[in-house]
């Protein structure tokens, strides 16, 4: 099996299960999930990377970034209300 499609299958198999419970993630404030999750969307960005599609590791990259971001923004409005 080619790298790129280990990592994209491996990736796909950690982060689509976490990305359904991630609302609840970020309300119970779990961050071992949350590090899983961005594990999982590492993999798959490099794994777009390494197979020279740009656009799907643009949009994967994003996500990997914008996961955490949205994990702190929202954990710190729902502390502060």
Same mark, same amino acid.
């Given at each position: @099996?080619?790298?790129?499609k /280990? @990592?994209?299958?491996?990736?796909y ?6 990305l ?10 779990? @961050?071992? @999930?949350? *590090? /899983?999750?961005? *594990?999982?969307?590492g ?5 777009w990377?390494?197979?020279?599609? %740009?656009? /799907? ?5 994003? /996500?990997? *970034?914008?996961y ?5 923004? %929202?954990?710190?409005?729902?502390q502060?209300?």
């Amino acid at each position: @099996m080619e790298v790129s499609k /280990a @990592m994209l299958a491996g990736g796909y198999l950690v982060a689509v299960p976490l990305l359904f419970r991630f609302n609840r993630m970020v309300r119970n404030r779990n @961050m071992p @999930m949350l *590090i /899983a999750l961005e *594990i999982g969307q590492g993999l798959i960005a490099v794994g777009w990377v390494i197979r020279d599609n %740009k656009r /799907a590791a643009i949009i994967n990259g994003a /996500a990997f *970034i914008g996961y955490p971001i949205w994990y702190a923004y %929202k954990g710190r409005t729902a502390q502060s209300s």
